[in-house]
T-cell receptor
């Protein structure tokens, strides 16, 4: 079974631009979560989608948004990029997103904002 | 919200020795504690987890202990090997598929 895939793997943008990242979960998984990973803050939860609905949201500004499609693929969008948005963005999928369920992470998209 | 602290941030051990990584959490309602290993260029991979109704769990060379009263849990790796070198993250969750991660421990196993 193929794992979680994320595209693109690397991205360079300039301040003020917007960016869209894509995540394809493991086949059959319906829950997709997004995390931001930085050296200083570690992994921070952005949001989780299940059945095309945002179910949970972390403490990030409204510039960070996402969506999920009927095939469970998810996209994350960051508008008006800031230098501090440079990070590794990880998505993780799980079957139903229930408590105690294992999350499987993708390799991440490394975003550099200049 | 939940706050997870992880120590040490870096750890070097000789091959064959044991490595211990400790985490504390703040939310007494947290009931699920996974540990992840992240190798360079890859996403975190679950290596072991423990539920709040269990005090200890072991899987070959890896074990995790949980002290709910003190709100801390630890990862123990015995007979370390060079391929154990990676960044390890602890996490805590009270459900709703929302996880709070520690800041990571970079483990180096010296051959």
């Amino acid at each position: 079974k193929a794992g979680v895939t994320q595209t693109p793997r690397y991205l360079i943008k300039t301040r003020g631009q917007q960016v869209t990242l894509s995540c394809s979960p493991i086949s059959g998984h319906r829950s997709v979560s997004w995390y931001q990973q930085t050296p200083g803050q570690g992994l921070q939860f952005l949001f989780e989608y299940f059945s095309e609905t945002q179910r949970n949201k972390g403490n990030f500004p409204g510039r960070f948004s996402g969506r999920q499609f009927s095939n469970s693929r998810s996209e994350m969008n960051v508008s008006t990029l800031e230098l501090g948005d440079s990070a590794l963005y990880l998505c993780a999928s799980s079957l139903l997103g229930q408590t105690l369920e294992t999350q499987y992470f993708g390799p991440g998209t490394r975003l550099l904002v200049l | 919200g939940e706050n997870v602290e992880q120590h040490p941030s870096t750890l070097s051990v000789q091959e064959g020795d044991s490595a211990v990584i400790k985490c504390t959490y703040s939310d007494s309602a947290s009931n699920y504690f996974p540990w992840y290993k992240q190798e360079l260029g890859k996403g975190p991979q679950l290596i072991i987890d423990i539920r709040s109704n269990v005090g200890e769990k072991k899987d070959q060379r890896i074990a995790v202990t949980l002290n709910k009263t003190a709100k801390h849990f630890s990862l123990h790796i015995t007979e370390t090997q060079p391929e154990d070198s990676a960044v390890y993250f602890c996490a805590a969750s009270r459900g709703r598929n929302q996880f709070y991660f520690g800041t990571g421990t970079s483990l180096t196993v010296i051959p």
